[in-house]
Each structure stands twice: as structure tokens, then as C-alpha cells.
């Protein structure tokens, strides 16, 4: 009987991904590598440090805990040969997309070519205005997505890689400069790059998110969870950002410069109320 290896973006589909029947072993991509250092190398000593220092400093999560949660599954892809098929499940985001460039990347390390390598990734589908994700699909629809899985050949994985060194470079015109799009099975490469690219500051010094964060404050009288929760109403209708509730608050925290609190309300203070109108 083949052997089959799922690879799945986070707890969350890992969850339905249990219940849908599907056979094979399952390896849980904990990474979220569209937010803080990283380099080229995925998976080399300077990589771990860089992620290890990240996640302890900015979000006040150990290092065992991400060794035993993120580390622990991710190296267990350093040896696939034992399996005759490696499908990745991942979705349209920002946050998925790049997790999917460096998953590519790191596959690479033990590619072997007895293995088939398949993607399947939500998002555009007909008759739905939004865009879907895992999560939008219940267990018995998962057959059905696996069904439409798109074969990744060394090629397309090399591409992915390429695309993987241009964002760690994170040289806006570079990123503008090239063709995401080469390679139609990655179909939102390109929108997420588009969407990175508004990370960067405009005139005011202030990116997308921050801009967002800041107005959100100055028109309501709103507590942590309220402006967590208005983030990702906005990200799922205007934006593909792809973030959870852990991303959204250190972007709240390190803007504390242009707020006061009162009551655990937020409000601009005299330099928040400039900035934004900058």
C-alpha cells in the first residue's frame, strides 16, 4: 500500500483533517515565517537561532515550547524517502504562501525522486465571493480538495525555492520586479507578494497595518480584543494577510508610542493623531 504524507498549515485543519478519513501520516506546519528574521538557509543552524530568538523576545513564547511544538515536527521532514507521495495543504494567504516558499525550499534538502510531491491550496473557487480557506471547508469536503491536488515537479519546487530568496532579500523593487506567477500551481504567490509589499512604510512611516491599527483607535472607544477582532474582519474582506490573533496583537504592542490607555481603552495620544493624518 503507498505510503502518504501530509503536510498541513496549522492545528486548526489538522482538526477536520482528522475526521475526513483520509489516510496517511501527518506532520503540522507550526511557522508563521511572513513575521520576523530569517534567512536563505531553511532549517540550518542560523535559521533555528534567528526563529528561536524571534519567538522568545517578540512573542514571549520559550524555547522548549517551540522546539517541542515547531522544531520537533519540522525536522522529521529531513528523511521523506520512506513515503511514495508528500502533499502540502496550504491556503491563499500571505501568512500560508510564505510558509509554503520555504516548505518547498527545505523539501529540497532531501528531495528524492521516487517520491511524488503534490499542493493542494484553497482560494478562488466558483460560486464563492470570497475566498476560501481550510477552515471554510468541512471533513467531507476534504476528499473533494484532495482531489484537485496539483503535482509539484523538482522544477516547481526550485521555482518556489527562488521565489522563498527573493522575499528573504525583502528588497521591495526586486519583489516588484519579479514574476510570481511564472508557475500556475502556485496560484497566489504573486497576490501574497503584493500584499507583503504593503508592509513597507508609506510617506507618513506607517505601513498598512499600523495606518489600519492606529485609525481603528482614533474612531472608537475599543479594548485589545476589539481592535484584535475588527483586524480580522478587515483582513478577510479587504486583505489576505492571513494573521491570527498572536500577530495582530505584537503589531498592537509595538505601536504604544501613539496611545494612551484608560480603562483598557485605547486612544491616540498627540503623536498618534499626527502620524496618521501625516
Known amino acids: 500500500m503507498a505510503k502518504t504524507l501530509h503536510i498541513l498549515n496549522g492545528d486548526s485543519t489538522a482538526s477536520i483533517f482528522s475526521q475526513s478519513q483520509i489516510e496517511g501520516d501527518v506532520i503540522i506546519w507550526r511557522e508563521m515565517l511572513c513575521e520576523g528574521p530569517i534567512c ?3 532549517g540550518s543552524d542560523e535559521f533555528w537561532k534567528k526563529r528561536y530568538n524571534y519567538f522568545e523576545n517578540d512573542l514571549g513564547i520559550g524555547k522548549l515550547e517551540y522546539f517541542d511544538k515547531t522544531i520537533k515536527e519540522i525536522v522529521k521532514l529531513e528523511n521523506v524517502a520512506k513515503y511514495d507521495e508528500i502533499i502540502l495543504w496550504f491556503e491563499y494567504d500571505l501568512f500560508c504562501q510564505i510558509n509554503l516558499m ?3 525550499t527545505y523539501l ?6 521516487s517520491v511524488m510531491y503534490h499542493l493542494v491550496c484553497t482560494g478562488k473557487e466558483n460560486g464563492k465571493d470570497q475566498l476560501q480557506t481550510l477552515g471554510d471547508y468541512d471533513a467531507k469536503s476534504y476528499p473533494q480538495l484532495l482531489g484537485k491536488k496539483k503535482k509539484l515537479s523538482r522544477k516547481k519546487l526550485l521555482f518556489a525555492k527562488k521565489c522563498w530568496e527573493i522575499y528573504v532579500n525583502n528588497n521591495p523593487e526586486e519583489l516588484k520586479a ?4 511564472q508557475k500556475p500551481d502556485f496560484a497566489y504567490f504573486q497576490m501574497a507578494i503584493i500584499q507583503h509589499l504593503e508592509r513597507f512604510p508609506k ?5 498598512q497595518i499600523q495606518q489600519k491599527m492606529l485609525e481603528l483607535i482614533d474612531g472608537e ?7 484584535i477582532r475588527e483586524m480580522l474582519l478587515w ?3 479587504e486583505t489576505v494577510y492571513g494573521f491570527g490573533d498572536l500577530q ?6 509595538k505601536l504604544n508610542a501613539y496611545y494612551s490607555m484608560n480603562d483598557e481603552i485605547y486612544r491616540l495620544n498627540e503623536s498618534g493623531k499626527r502620524i496618521i493624518n501625516a
Do not use: M
Not at 519579479?178 to 506567477?181: G, L, T
Open 221 to 227: 472607544n475599543l479594548n485589545k480584543n476589539q481592535i
Open 40 to 42: 536563505k538557509e531553511v
Open 248 to 253: 495582530y496583537a505584537n503589531y498592537l504592542d
Open 102 to 104: 520555504a516548505l518547498c
Open 178 to 181: 519579479f514574476d510570481f506567477n
Open 203 to 207: 510617506s507618513n512611516g506607517l505601513n
Open 108 to 113: 529540497l534538502e532531501s528531495y528524492d525522486k
Open 235 to 237: 483582513q478577510r474582506t
